[in-house]
């Protein structure tokens, strides 16, 4: 592996040396067509850094694009070449910053038109500006930037977004990207601060968009909003992006480079047939290759790599999730407590609309104890777990984690602080192998593991959940009970103080069931304070120390198991008055 | 899989197609001139494209070929024209790409240029460092005068905007003075280059003539309901309706101000007026509407040239305006080469710097590269789009005022 | 506040059918403005050439558009629902599809009737109602636009076929459980949807100035309105495209003309900040 990425390395400055001199060989057209070529390879492959691992497909970067170009073109003749690049970039970051801030909670189909809304918006704005303040919409660039000059800038800012690319995909950060695409709530869970990590890679992208747009805009040198802020750029990019393969970093590339070479052959033979045979090729191409160009050279998603060359530098940049940690205080007995509580809740209180789905709740969770949350459907146990885990906000009350307060804190933190979890309907991160779901466990819990350690952590947790041969297989392919399985091999990557299973053993058979439970039993003796929801009365009665019973959002007993099932309210709960 | 196979291919035909560049016979005779142009035949600029510039090449080419070619004293004979067009899809990069392809990879001895004020200044620079001459008529711009000194090679032919304004001015000047009408303008203009550079001269030059601007606002390009902007003109009682507009608003500006009875005494749109389906649109409700540029419909050249152009696009006409003047330009661009009498780009560009040529439009000659007494104002009297200004142009037609109320 | 509800009824006729297509049948379809553009020179040329009234034309180009649409569906798109996984696959497949889509559509249309702009005069009669005036034919295709509205409204609220299309737009693996053919459902949505912006284009082919490149125009403003509305939501859309025509026509009267288009997208923008599924939409993706 080591070899083979050193070779990549090789080739990589081989290939970049051997165009690097291609201006001088060639002029006119054929550089035309490389300054096309790079530029877009640059915009795919800035575009599929952030896009293509977390699946959010945007649609501004004739945004960035159209700001770099106006950057170039105020800036142009009044400072350094290099430096209007530099502010450039910095613009991009700071509109990047602002466009990631407000698209946080959008996702799917609204993300895309949102930033394609905002491009226009833009486009409109810069367009009013100009009429209104400067008086012309059209700018003039009339700096000394040469054919050659703006291919080598380019092609230096391709290398740049190679090796960026390279360096997130083995670095903490493009996992997180991967686990953010692959499932956002669960990426909360394992600890990735989602708002970080899309806000530093979609700007990073930004930054190599605007600047490609203020290297491009001299080549012009006359430009008005029309031409910078023009959406069929964000929509070929995409689409080069697409096609290509927008899960490999390499993947945008191939097919910059042939659809490039299309355009320009169909455009020079057939001018007046171009749209039609562009879209019937188009076509062919989506139906033959749906994977991309990248799915004919590889089969399935990309494999996490974790050490080798460029590790050191990747584990720096993984450093963007880490934060200076107070450690945390030492768990003390209350007074007259023989053992001191992990977790208290108290005045909880959660509604949806007019539905109060905990009321009022006070709970508490000792150290070391296997805690039954049970009670009917509906009666808001899973509610309160999410509240725990910090997936919902509550409407009010308070929650203390070791004595912290918690309620306010953002799944990430909840789960850096010590709390795992599981889900009711498992959620594994499906494109990625079992070993892969552990380390994003480990990768982002405080402290973090990473690099060979943390493939040699994640193993054996796979093996301890008894998934050792099937360790290299997507997650997506394993039965529903080894996906619980997983799930609860990531959680326990986290190293958790308190645990919580939503309905962990439902649905095993009576072997896999003694399995589960034993299992269970296991973690508590190794210290681990546990929450399970359970509708297994078996399960319930063999493993909790203490239940609580919840109806209606509201507690209504709580004592051993033996005793709170006994309770005429809690069987007329769950049974109705008939049974009682 | 068939993918693989079919997309090797793809990729094989491309390198082949990309390499077998076509083969170069520098020593022999050339056969025929080659013509080049990358020009709008998809995306948002088609619409300008294929009404002002590109019927007058086909016609020009068509004119050419038909009259036997463009004779060369050098060879003693005349040679045919040789087109390679390209379309620029209305993105600045590739009709860029499509200059260089022409220059340097078809090697064609001149190219035509895009249509747009934007893509003729984009165009400017490539033309220059290539030493082609550059035939800009569909750009108007102030800044002409400066393009044309730092390219020797480019032409301008429609007029700054500040002649255009300048123009219209003067007009409402003269009526002031009639005492036919007062002093308040509504104007409105549309947030693109040209209106913006017109609506900046207009508004310096109704300030010196001691013109009120009642109204005074700028539209988006795009927009499609003028009602509002409309009303507020209305409500300003101007005399003197002026909109610096693009063809689709232009429409719609005619149509909303028709609907809303907005009859003031003069009432001005600017591109699209001259356009033959706007009069196909409005029929003889338009009469007395003002547009820029214009046409001598009475001159025998026109006439002549209406006819060629209806056989050459199946039977649509040309616009009033620019579409004759980009036909001169290549007339222009043919006596040139035929004074000079063989492809040397460098004295064509000279000739047509001192020359002065005959063509559709009148007697061209270019001062400073540009050309300064073309139609500016226009109107349409009796289904005909009559150039009102420079008054002292041969078949300068008396405006037609007040402007009659619209039918219905 | 007439002319805005005039044009925001029109926002909400072009985008109608995309509701239908993206929030039933899944398909994001970028070609959708090309029809609208197909439909409205169609209707260009019916008139200007054989003399058809644009409200007859209506009932030639719908159906026309629908057998197309649903032949569309059923020949280019039907491989690709059944190869997608999931909806995100879907997603991304429809957009390339569609994308080559647009080219082809438009590229026949340019060969056909080339670049120029198509414009004509049909019932361009202005009427007084409520102190502002305004043309018939804005106002007709405004009727129409309400007409059709209610009628798809009751369509999908008090019929079998409408229970099955809202149920598949809820979600589609759940309906296919309670035994509707949701291939057939999302065929005919598609199609539907096919015949409504077929129906868009015929209506406002009578006041407004176009050419074939401009199709996009049309599509943007229809993914704006519907997004904005909520994904399948038709009330949405309808309130959507409302709340932006009136927007823009005060914008224009009040503020500043040069800012409409501008008001337009921020108010777009502003409601997806503080709804980030649109005004009526459910959970995302």
């Not at chain 1, 802020?229 to 927008?246: C, D, K, P, R, V």
């Not at chain 1, 990309?302 to 720096?316: D, Q």
């Not at chain 2, 706007?278 to 419909?297: D, R």
Request: proline residues 5%; contains cysteine.
């Amino acid at each position: 592996m080591r070899a083979a990425t050193a070779a990549y390395g090789m080739f990589g400055l081989a290939l970049s040396a051997l165009l690097a001199v291609v201006p001088l060989l060639v002029s006119g057209y054929y550089l035309a067509l490389g300054i096309s070529v790079l530029s877009y390879t640059v915009l795919a492959t800035s575009w599929a850094l952030f896009s293509g691992p977390t699946r959010y497909i945007s649609l501004a970067t004739a945004a960035f694009f159209g700001i770099g170009a106006y950057t170039a073109a105020i800036l142009g003749e009044k400072l350094p070449w290099p430096l209007v690049l530099a502010v450039a970039a910095l613009i991009g970051i700071a509109v990047a910053l602002v466009v990631g801030l407000s698209t946080l909670r959008l996702s799917g189909i609204y993300f895309v038109i949102f930033t394609f809304g905002l491009t226009e918006l833009v486009r409109q704005l810069v367009t009013w500006y100009e009429v209104n303040i400067h008086g012309s919409v059209g700018r003039y660039i009339f700096v000394d930037v040469t054919q050659p000059v703006i291919y080598w800038y380019l092609l230096a800012l391709a290398a740049l977004v190679f090796l960026a690319g390279w360096l997130i995909g083995r670095s903490r950060l493009g996992l997180a990207l991967r686990v953010i695409g692959d499932d956002e709530g669960v990426a909360g869970h394992c600890g990735i601060d989602i708002t970080r990590a899309k806000l530093t890679v979609f700007s990073l992208s930004a930054v190599f968009m605007t600047v490609t747009g203020a290297i491009m805009a001299p080549r012009w040198t006359y430009i008005d909003p029309a031409i910078s802020f023009n959406a069929f750029t964000s929509f070929q990019t995409l689409i080069m992006a697409l096609f290509g393969g927008a899960t490999r970093l390499f993947g945008p590339l191939l097919g910059v480079v042939p659809l490039v070479v299309l355009f320009e052959l169909l455009g020079a033979h057939f001018p007046n047939y171009f749209s039609i045979l562009l879209g019937v090729v188009f076509m062919v191409i989506v139906y033959l290759l749906p994977q991309g160009v990248a799915g004919l050279f590889t089969r399935g998603p990309p494999r996490l790599r974790t050490v080798g060359i460029g590790a050191r530098l990747a584990e720096r940049i993984g450093r963007v999730f880490d934060r200076p940690q107070a450690s945390p205080p030492p768990v003390a007995a209350a007074d007259g407590e023989a053992v001191p509580e992990i977790l208290a809740t108290r005045g909880l209180r959660k509604a949806f609309g007019g539905l109060v789905a905990v009321d009022n709740l006070e709970l508490s969770v000792r150290k070391g104890e296997i805690l039954g949350l049970i009670g009917p459907n509906g009666s808001g146990k899973t509610t309160v777990l999410n509240l725990i885990s910090g997936a919902y906000r509550a409407d009010a009350g308070e929650i203390r984690f070791r004595g912290q307060r918690i309620e306010a804190l953002k799944p990430h933190r909840i789960a850096q602080l010590g709390v795992a979890r599981t889900f009711q309907l498992v959620r594994v991160l499906g494109s990625m192998t079992c070993v892969e779901n552990v380390i994003a466990g480990l990768a982002f819990r405080s402290p973090a593991v990473w690099g060979g350690r943390a493939e040699q952590m994640a193993r054996a947790l796979v093996d301890r959940v008894g998934l050792g041969a099937r360790a290299g297989m997507p997650a997506d392919e394993l039965t529903y009970v080894d996906q619980k399985r997983l799930e609860l091999a990531r959680a326990l990557a986290m190293q958790p103080e308190l645990l919580l299973l939503d309905e962990w053993l439902a649905g095993l058979n009576p072997a896999e069931l003694n399995d589960g439970i034993a299992l269970v039993r296991s973690l508590r003796n190794d210290g681990l304070s546990i929450v399970v929801v359970e509708h297994v009365m078996d399960a319930i009665r063999s493993l909790c120390d203490r239940c609580v019973v919840m109806n209606a959002g509201c507690k209504i007993a709580q004592g051993p198991p033996a005793v709170v099932l006994a309770d005429r309210e809690v069987v007329r709960a769950y049974l109705g008055d008939a049974d009682a | 899989m068939p993918g693989t196979l079919r997309n090797t291919l793809a990729v094989a035909a491309a390198i082949a197609a990309l390499g077998t560049a076509p083969a170069v016979f520098g020593q022999q005779a050339p056969t025929a001139i080659k013509i080049g142009w990358a020009i709008s035949k998809t995306g948002p600029y088609v619409g300008g494209a294929s009404i002002t510039t590109l019927p007058a090449y086909q016609v020009w080419v068509k004119d050419v070929n038909a009259a036997g070619g463009i004779m060369l004293k050098s060879l003693g004979k005349k040679l045919p024209v040789q087109v390679t067009e390209y379309d620029d899809r209305s993105n600045s990069d590739e009709m860029i790409k499509g200059i260089e392809r022409l220059a340097t990879q078809d090697k064609v001895d001149f190219i035509l240029p895009p249509w747009g004020t934007a893509f003729n200044l984009a165009a400017g620079p490539i033309l220059n460092r290539y030493g082609y001459p550059h035939l800009a008529v569909t750009a108007t711009t102030d800044r002409a005068p400066e393009l044309a000194k730092r390219w020797p090679n480019s032409f301008w032919f429609l007029g700054t905007s500040t002649q255009g304004a300048h123009a219209l001015v003067d007009v409402l000047t003269k009526l002031r003075t009639e005492g036919k009408i007062g002093s308040n303008i509504a104007l409105i203009s549309v947030a693109d280059q040209f209106g913006i550079e017109l609506a900046t001269a207009g508004r310096a030059a109704f300030k010196k003539a001691k013109f009120n601007l009642a109204y005074d606002k700028s539209y988006p390009l795009g927009l499609q309901d003028m009602q509002p902007i409309l009303t507020e003109a209305m409500r300003s009682n101007a005399d003197v309706f002026v909109a610096f507009s693009y063809p689709p608003d232009t429409f719609a500006i005619t149509a909303q101000a028709r609907l809303l009875n907005y009859n003031p005494k003069i009432f001005y749109t600017a591109v699209g007026t001259a356009f033959p389906v706007f009069k196909q649109k409005f029929g003889a409700s338009i009469e007395g509407q003002m547009g820029i540029g214009g046409i001598n419909p009475q001159s025998q050249e026109f006439k002549d040239y209406l006819k060629r152009h209806a056989e050459t696009t199946g039977g649509s006409e040309p616009d009033r305006w620019a579409n004759p003047v980009t036909y001169a330009s290549l007339q222009i661009l043919q006596q040139a080469i035929e004074r000079v009498g063989r492809i040397d780009r460098a004295a064509v560009i000279k000739e047509i710097q001192t020359g002065s040529f005959d063509t559709i439009v009148g007697k061209v000659k270019l001062q400073n590269n540009l050309r300064v007494d073309g139609w500016q104002v226009g109107q349409w009297q009796g289904g005909e789009y009559y150039g009102l200004y420079p008054e002292n142009l041969p078949g300068a037609h008396k405006i037609l005022f007040p402007k009659p109320a619209w039918t219905k | 506040m007439l002319p805005g509800l005039i044009l925001g009824g029109m926002y909400a006729l072009v985008a109608m059918g995309l509701t239908l297509q993206y929030g039933v049948a899944r398909i994001m379809n970028l070609s959708y403005g090309e029809f609208l553009v197909a439909a409205a020179l169609a209707t260009f040329f019916l008139y200007t050439g054989l003399g058809v009234s644009p409200l007859l034309g209506l009932l030639i180009a719908v159906p026309a558009a629908y057998v197309l649409n649903w032949a569309i569906y059923q020949l280019l798109l039907v491989p690709l629902v059944r190869r997608a996984k999931n909806r995100d696959m879907l997603e991304v497949d429809s957009i390339l599809a569609t994308f080559g889509m647009l080219f082809v559509v438009q590229g026949l249309a340019h060969v056909l009737v080339g670049g120029q702009y198509y414009s004509y005069s049909y019932l361009s009669i202005p009427l007084s109602i409520l102190g502002s005036t305004v043309a018939l034919n804005r106002l007709i295709a405004l009727l129409f636009a309400a007409l059709i509205g209610l009628a798809l409204y009751f369509a999908l609220t008090r019929t079998r076929a409408g229970m099955a299309i809202r149920a598949v737009a809820v979600d589609p693996v759940s309906a296919g459980l309670v035994a509707i053919d949701v291939r057939r459902a999302s065929a005919f949505a598609f199609a539907l949807g096919g015949a409504l912006v077929a129906a868009a284009g015929v209506l406002v082919s009578v006041f407004l100035t176009l050419n074939a490149s401009m199709g996009v125009v049309f599509t943007t403003k229809a993914l704006i309105v519907v997004i904005m509305g909520g994904v399948g939501n038709l009330l949405g859309a309808l309130l959507a495209g409302l709340v932006l025509g009136l927007a823009e026509t005060a914008v224009a009267r009040l503020i500043d003309p040069g800012l409409t288009l501008a008001a337009n997208f921020a108010l777009f923008l502003i409601v997806l900040l503080w709804r980030p599924t649109g005004l009526f939409g459910g959970a995302a993706r």
